[in-house]
């Protein structure tokens, strides 16, 4: 058993290494495309309940949000579809996906436009409760 033998199991242990990396990464990819799916399609469904609000008596069938007027229901989806571009952000963050000069560029956007106006005085008007968890969800992962 000369030295010839070591190096071939060596060989053998690093490529069985490496195929067992890949297929962990594989998985992991394949596991990021499903979940970014999904938040896709449910931003096409609130996509579609700004186009078409008839629809909005289907998924609320008890009528909670009936009495609203519509701009304020036209703004509540807006939201919805708002905070998953912020989830998936914080994503790409998270994962290492994006720089920290893009990351900054996005937080400066989020603290610029979406934070600085109105819409963070909103609260006490309809869906307060719901909006201001929403609001300082986004706060926590903006590093002020």
């Known amino acids: 058993m000369g030295s010839a033998f070591w190096l071939q199991n060596v060989i053998l242990l690093v490529t069985l290494g490496a195929v067992v990396w890949q297929l962990i990464q594989v998985r992991r990819a394949t596991l990021r495309d499903a979940v970014l799916r999904a938040v896709e399609d ?21 009528g909670n949000y009936a009495g609203w007027p519509r701009d304020e229901d036209d703004f509540a989806t807006l939201l919805t579809l708002a905070l998953g571009r912020f ?10 996906v994006v720089d920290k000069a893009l990351w900054d ?40």
């Open 42 to 62: 449910h931003d096409r469904v609130n996509e579609l309940l700004l186009q078409y609000p008839q629809l909005n008596r289907f998924i609320d069938p008890d």
């Open 87 to 96: 989830e998936r952000l914080y994503m790409f963050q998270r994962e290492g």
């Open 105 to 144: 560029s996005w937080v400066r956007w989020v603290k610029n436009t979406w934070l600085a106006g109105p819409i963070s005085q909103i609260g006490l008007g309809f869906g307060g409760s719901i909006l201001q968890l929403a609001v300082s969800g986004i706060y926590q992962w903006i590093d002020w």
